[in-house]
């Protein structure tokens, strides 16, 4: 028993329930001691005092005993003082309810389990939370806000304030938001160019380009323009992302360290000059085999 508090109680010829007069006593761990040399008579339980002295235990002078009940019932016909410690043998408790104002110096140990979580006001004592399985329920915040959680199997993850990242894979940023790292997974191809400058949509959503290759059959140079848009473009009007030379009767290969993030969508053209102006279309076969790798 860890003991709270002591007291003194004075015992009479009468029957006295203890702990109507010590309120702490009740239903505690309560040890008496009888420090003077009359007998004292004790019960613990009962509603109502015993009907004779047979229902109680006879504590000596310095005997003690220990017991637990709503009612302790004491009686000395000779009048004695006891000795009484009041305890709790759950442990030591706080003097404060949870979700009541704080005050003291209270001992926390343990947690409690709630389904729905409690709602604390300013200055309130709240007891630790743990899950239906006992684990410590934990919470992570910056500057008094919750952490978001980077979920790693999930695009477009937002930059403001900290995150944690659920699962132990690679983020890129792509210059507004963390996307998680991908590898090449979808090829476009165009095995023979067309006359004309052939303008096509590659992808209608946020793509990462890994690489460019194919071959220019034409006797002169021929441009390829990349344009950040989710349908085809309109060549001379639209502005390109990025214009590559192909250098005349020659394979060509571009390749990026990083993927190169088109946030609206991929889509390209053909042409014969560099100007984002230019609509020059190509002859036939100018370009084959072009493959756009990306995801």
């Not at 001379?236 to 009767?249: E, F, I, R, S, W």
């Amino acid at each position: 028993m860890a003991a709270a508090t002591q007291s003194s109680f004075a015992a009479t010829s009468a029957w006295q329930d203890l702990a109507a007069t010590l309120t702490a006593a009740a239903n505690a761990d309560v040890l008496l001691q009888n420090t003077t040399p009359q007998p004292v008579k004790v019960c613990f339980g009962g509603a109502s005092a015993p009907a004779s002295d047979a229902s109680g235990v006879t504590l000596a002078r310095l005997e003690t005993i220990v017991g637990n009940a709503a009612n302790i019932w004491v009686r000395s016909p000779g009048g004695s003082t006891l000795a009484v410690s009041i305890g709790h043998s759950g442990g030591v408790a706080g003097a404060i309810a949870a979700g009541a104002t704080d005050a003291g110096n209270p001992v926390k140990i343990g947690g409690v389990y709630n389904l729905t979580q409690p709602t604390l006001a300013d200055g309130q004592r709240g007891n630790a939370q743990v899950s239906a399985r006992g684990e410590l329920l934990v919470a992570l915040s910056s500057a008094g806000s919750a952490l978001s959680v980077l979920s790693a199997s999930a695009d477009g993850n937002g930059t403001s304030g900290n995150g944690l990242c659920a699962v132990a894979r690679n983020l890129v940023f792509n210059g507004s938001t963390w996307d998680r790292a991908k590898k090449p997974a979808s090829t476009a191809r165009l095995l023979s160019a067309a006359a004309t400058t052939n303008a096509a949509s590659v992808k209608t959503s946020a793509t990462d380009l890994f690489r460019l290759r194919g071959y220019n059959a034409a006797a002169a140079a021929r441009y390829l323009k990349l344009y950040n848009k989710n349908v085809a473009p309109t060549v001379g009007t639209d502005t390109p992302v990025a214009t590559y030379y192909l250098p005349p009767a020659a394979p060509f290969e571009i390749a990026f360290d990083t993927p190169l993030y088109f946030s609206a969508g991929l889509a390209y053209a053909l042409t014969g000059a560099a100007a984002d102006s230019d609509t020059t279309a190509l002859a036939a076969g100018d370009v084959l085999c072009l493959n756009i790798h990306y995801a």
